[in-house]
Every structure is written in C-alpha cells, then in structure tokens.
C-alpha cells in the first residue's frame, strides 16, 4: 500500500485566493483525519470523519475552513478565503477504526502570502 | 478540556548519550498513548502503551506508561545522529478515534 497520500506536497497562494488540499487515505482504514502543524500551536485536529461522516470538526479555525469526503478514498480540506495565518503544514491521517495507530500523510506545506 | 504536555520543549545532546523525554496527560476515559517520531514530514508511528508498567522496546528506543501517576517516558539509549527528530506524544480519549497530541520534545543529537 503507498500509504497516505497527500497532494499537493507545497503551496504557494495570494491572500484571499481559495485553496484545497486533497488526501487519500488507506484503503480499508475508515477514519481520517485533518490536521495542522505550526511552530506556535503543534499538531492540531481540525475535524476527523468516521465511515466518510464528520463527527468532530470543533478545530476548524472559522467558517472559512471546511471539509468533505465524499467517499472512503478521498477528502478535501478548503480555505476560501485564505489569509496569511493559515500559513502551515496540513496533515491528513487514517486508522482503522479500533485501532489507534494513525498513519500520517506527508503533508501539504501552505504558505499564504 | 484534555491536555498532553510534553517535556523538556527541546534536548541537545551527544551522540552516544542517553536520553528519557517526558509526556504527562490529562485525560477522560483514557484507552491508550501513543509515541510518534517527526522527522522533515510526517510523524511515523513508534509505540502504542494501554497498560501500566509494561515497558514496550524497539532497539535503543523503548517507552512505559504510569496510569496513576498519568504520564509516560520515552528512553533512547545510545543516541545517534539519525534521532534527532520532533518526538510526539499523543493520547486516545475513548471519544471515538481521536488523538490529543502533546506540544512536541525538539532532540538534536550532535556528532
């Protein structure tokens, strides 16, 4: 299996530009998770779905974030509009379901300028 | 609100040196913690703890987890260069497949 992957591997945006990030996760592993890595604030959850579902999206930052999976292979996290502070490293992750191992993406590295 | 906090915030140390990072908790309804090493991308998995007293090895690395004292170590004996790296420590709350990571300990070993 390639593991998790993620694309793109970096961008570069404008401010106020939208931006996606895509993740495709293990196959069989029907958990994912959308995370954000700064210097500041470590490694946040931002939402995590189960079965394609959101169940928990209390870490997204404000409405300009949002989130789908429209199926067991495939998420998206958006910004529109995007800001300078949204500069970071986004990860996305799969588990199964009872275990708690999750496997990581090798992120996408967002600089908003 | 659950909380992982992790110490020291960063570790220089030599080659050769032992060293024993930090990562204490404050969890409900705790299943399990998790050790993850982040090198220039993605933290890669190292142990998984869910019992107390039980002490998990691999190589140089190994890690034991205290459920009354809520906290857990992560020991590297014989440090090289290649484990210079971010180590994350991460905690299940039993809340449904969600990790609390921890703030991260910065080791740099040196030649």
């Known amino acids: 299996d390639a593991g998790v992957i993620q694309s793109p591997r970096h961008e570069v945006t404008e401010m106020g530009q939208e931006v996606t990030l895509r993740c495709k996760p293990i196959s069989g592993h029907n958990s994912l998770f959308w995370y954000r890595q700064t210097m500041m604030r ?35 996290l ?25 496997f990581f993406g090798q992120g996408t590295r967002l600089t908003v300028v | ?53 039980i002490e998990k090895k691999s190589g140089r690395l190994s890690s034991i987890l205290d459920k009354k004292e809520l906290f857990s170590i992560l020991n590297i004996t014989a440090t090289q260069t290649g484990d210079s790296a971010v180590y994350l420590c991460a905690v299940d709350n039993n809340a449904g497949n969600m990790l609390t990571f921890g703030g991260g300990t910065r080791l740099m070993v040196k030649p």
């Open chain 1, 42 to 76: 470590g490694l946040e959850l931002l939402i995590y779905f189960n079965n394609n579902v959101p169940i928990d999206d209390s870490g997204m930052p404000e409405d300009r974030f949002s989130a789908k999976m429209p199926n067991a292979s495939f998420s998206t």
């Open chain 1, 78 to 102: 958006k910004i529109q509009p995007s800001e300078p502070r949204d500069s970071a490293v986004y990860f996305c992750a799969s588990s199964f379901e009872r275990g708690l191992e999750a």
């Open chain 2, 1 to 53: 609100e659950d909380k992982v906090v992790q110490s020291p915030l960063s570790l220089v140390v030599h080659e050769g040196d032992t060293v024993t990072l930090n990562c204490s908790y404050e969890v409900t309804n705790f299943r399990s913690l998790l050790w993850y090493k982040q090198e220039k991308k993605a933290p890669t998995f190292l142990f998984m703890l869910t019992s107390s007293g």
